[in-house]
């Protein structure tokens, strides 16, 4: 079993920056892909950037993409987003997940939510226009 737990969030006015962490608790998770999904007010939960083993490969949400960088530390077992140039419509709950039986690397199985099979309980980003 692992626990994630992420941090971070906060209120923020737009064109500003945050950085979110995950930290990872039970067993190590150098060997999940990981990812970020956000879940905006009163919408579905959407994914945002998913994460090789290594970091050495990524992939993003079009919406993200250019602004967010995901990124991970697998000495700290601590996966991270970096987010710059903050928009309002990027409020939301921010969720970091896990995929511990991950074999094959793919972006687009990454961006579905039931690639995953642990979760964080989410922190909240809000960005003020």
């Known amino acids: 079993q692992v626990q994630l737990v992420e941090s971070g969030g906060g209120l923020v006015q737009a064109g500003g920056s945050l950085r979110l962490s995950c930290a990872a608790s039970?067993?190590?998770?150098?060997?999940?892909?990981m990812g970020w999904f956000r879940q905006p007010p009163g919408k579905e939960r959407e994914f945002v950037a998913a994460?090789?083993?290594?970091?050495?490969?990524?992939y993003y949400a079009d919406s993200v993409k250019g602004r967010f960088t995901i990124s991970r530390d697998n000495t700290k077992n601590t996966l991270y987003l970096r987010m710059n140039s903050l928009r309002p419509e990027d409020t939301a709950v921010y969720y970091c997940?896990?995929?511990?039986?991950?074999?094959?690397?793919?972006?687009?199985?990454?961006?579905?939510?039931?690639?995953?099979?642990?979760w964080g309980q989410g922190t909240q980003v809000t960005v003020s226009s």
């Open positions: 039970g067993r190590t998770v150098s060997n999940d892909v």
């Open positions: 997940a896990a995929d511990s039986s991950s074999l094959v690397w793919s972006g687009t199985y990454y961006s579905s939510q039931r690639s995953y099979n642990y």
């Open positions: 994460i090789t083993w290594s970091g050495m490969s990524t």
